[in-house]
């Protein structure tokens, strides 16, 4: 099968600097965060709004990619899982899934929160979450 | 930025075969479909089990790349949305995100649904849907 080619439409700038810092998902004590959007990019934003609910997509750059089991949240004395079992970044492609909400906007920067992925991660969708989702 | 690019873990095989026939949404009468994750991928869904909801990540192949704003729902009336404000396929990274309950397991196929991308849609990523999403 051939490969896609994903281009970062922005990039995410955290207080959180270190992997082993961050929480494992957002709702577990993450702070808030803001999704710079790149200016060739920044028409895609039209319409968003502050306390919209969004699903951003990220690229988690730090991660293993050769991954295919592991134990779930780190813990040595669960039983090995299946990746596509778990929310491991460590997964043959390290997309970040973080369901936000949209606290400020200046331009085509947005404020949102909370997010648990670290400074510096490129972003690569925003899309607005259904409801459930 | 440099680019990211994806490895697909496998394909979907549904029976709705044109862009035009496809709900918008997965709720929106969509039928099941399944899910054939490649060898090389298939220990990674160690664990996964009927009954459990996931969130399928696709890769949108049909879509249209250098799309920023559209109508929404394709509705010409609607006012020019950015494209991050909608769920449509035409977007600079034509991700998917698809809530599906799985229905059946042989092997390395997954029966889930309901799910409203096409036929011979590339899988990049799946993950369990934490609760609310």
């Known amino acids: 099968m051939?490969?896609?080619?994903?281009t970062p439409i922005g990039v995410l700038r955290s207080p959180l600097t270190r992997r082993a810092d961050a929480p494992?998902?957002?709702?577990e004590g993450a702070p808030d965060?803001?999704?710079?959007?790149a200016e060739l990019f920044a028409a895609g934003l039209a319409g968003l709004a502050v306390g919209d609910v969004l699903i951003v997509i990220t690229w988690l750059h730090q991660a293993q990619r050769d991954t295919l089991q592991t134990h779930p949240r780190n813990d040595q004395t669960a039983p090995l899982a299946g990746?596509?079992?778990?929310?491991?970044?460590?997964?043959p492609?390290?997309?970040g899934l973080h369901r936000?909400?949209?606290r400020e906007i200046e331009g085509r920067r947005l404020k949102v929160g909370p997010i648990e992925?670290?400074?510096?991660?490129p972003i690569v969708d925003i899309k607005p979450a259904l409801?459930?989702?």
């Open 2 to 6: 051939p490969d896609y080619v994903l």
């Open 117 to 121: 992925a670290i400074d510096g991660t």
């Open 24 to 27: 494992r998902q957002g709702r």
């Open 93 to 95: 492609n390290p997309l």
């Open 131 to 133: 409801a459930g989702e």
């Open 33 to 37: 965060a803001w999704l710079e959007v």
């Open 100 to 102: 936000v909400t949209v």
């Open 83 to 91: 990746i596509f079992a778990t929310r491991s970044p460590d997964r």
